[in-house]
């Protein structure tokens, strides 16, 4: 099993191999350079995005009855408690990581198939929700004609959380193991099916690494529909990342 070591080599190492390869840096540290206040609105969106993802997670379980995630110190807006270095390191530098898995035991649950799809989709769900209402301001300005530089300008910066959030919420229902989108179809499944297609949840993780080293692949499968929630959430916008 890898540790948080080895992975942070393994970074250091896929990172320099792009930029000699693409003989560009990565999209943030580029912006970095080039627009410090864009770059560090989009930081500010990767650590709300996930810090409320994993919230929702631990609050779901609670209010369903298991409180594994509470006594972990997770039922908490802290981003300390949610982040994890590692991953929070890939999605600036690479645009895909993770945040510290939010633990829940399903035998405290009344409905271990439901309960568990539920609490799942509770945080990519408090993403969409999250963007919705960063949006709000824009779509009265936009649908009520009274867009002005001022508006412009401030979702020009804004759009980065926007985009980083509907990016969690979409990325995470890919029902692939360990995303959330796995449990989630498990528990829209019917029962006869349920048992067949958790045994996949062991080859989730070969299945994810694949479509990382294939990123085109990847792109292809989250980007439309990123983009048509963006368009609904942000018309007439162009988003500047």
Same mark, same amino acid.
């Given at each position: 099993? $890898?540790?948080?070591?080895?992975?942070?080599?393994?970074?250091? %190492?896929?990172?320099?191999?792009? !930029?000699? #390869?693409?003989?560009?840096?990565?999209?943030?540290?580029?912006? *970095?350079?080039?627009?410090?206040?864009?770059?560090?609105?989009? #930081?500010?969106?990767?650590?709300?995005?996930?810090?409320?993802?994993? $919230?929702?997670?631990?609050?779901?379980?609670?209010?369903?009855?298991?409180?594994?995630?509470?006594?972990?110190?997770?039922?908490? @807006?802290?981003?300390?408690?949610?982040?994890?270095?590692?991953?929070?390191?890939?999605?600036?530098? *690479?645009?895909? &990581?993770? +945040?510290?898995?939010?633990?829940?035991?399903?035998?405290?649950?009344?409905?271990?198939?439901?309960?568990?799809?539920?609490?799942?989709?509770?945080?990519? %769900?408090?993403?969409?929700? *999250?963007?919705?209402?960063?949006?709000?301001?824009?779509?009265?300005?936009?649908?009520?004609?009274?867009?002005?530089?001022?508006?412009?300008?401030?979702?020009?910066?804004?759009?980065?959380? #926007?985009?980083?959030? %509907?990016?969690? &919420?979409? /990325?995470?229902?890919?029902?692939?193991?360990?995303?959330?989108?796995?449990?989630?179809?498990? +528990? @829209?499944?019917?029962?006869?099916?349920?048992?067949?297609?958790?045994?996949?949840?062991?080859? +989730? !993780?070969?299945?994810?690494? @694949?479509?990382? !080293? $294939?990123?085109? @692949?990847?792109?292809?499968?989250?980007?439309?529909? #990123?983009?048509?929630?963006?368009? *609904?959430?942000?018309? +007439? /916008?162009?988003?500047?990342?």
């Amino acid at each position: 099993m $890898f540790r948080n070591s080895n992975i942070i080599q393994l970074l250091i %190492v896929f990172l320099i191999a792009n !930029i000699l #390869i693409s003989g560009h840096l990565p999209r943030l540290l580029s912006l *970095l350079l080039s627009d410090p206040i864009l770059a560090l609105s989009t #930081i500010a969106g990767i650590i709300i995005g996930i810090t409320v993802h994993e $919230f929702s997670h631990a609050f779901v379980a609670y209010r369903l009855g298991d409180p594994t995630a509470k006594l972990q110190g997770r039922l908490t @807006l802290n981003p300390a408690s949610h982040l994890d270095p590692v991953g929070t390191l890939m999605i600036i530098f *690479l645009g895909i &990581g993770f +945040g510290k898995p939010t633990p829940f035991d399903p035998y405290n649950l009344r409905n271990i198939k439901r309960d568990s799809a539920l609490i799942s989709v509770a945080g990519a %769900v408090s993403n969409f929700i *999250l963007a919705i209402l960063l949006s709000v301001p824009y779509l009265l300005a936009y649908y009520t004609h009274s867009l002005n530089p001022t508006i412009i300008q401030l979702y020009y910066y804004l759009s980065a959380l #926007i985009f980083i959030n %509907v990016g969690l &919420g979409v /990325f995470n229902l890919l029902p692939v193991s360990p995303l959330d989108g796995f449990k989630v179809v498990a +528990g @829209l499944l019917p029962r006869d099916w349920y048992e067949d297609f958790m045994q996949m949840e062991r080859y +989730g !993780i070969f299945i994810l690494m @694949l479509l990382l !080293i $294939f990123p085109g @692949l990847l792109s292809s499968i989250v980007f439309p529909p #990123i983009a048509k929630i963006i368009e *609904l959430l942000l018309p +007439g /916008f162009s988003t500047p990342i």
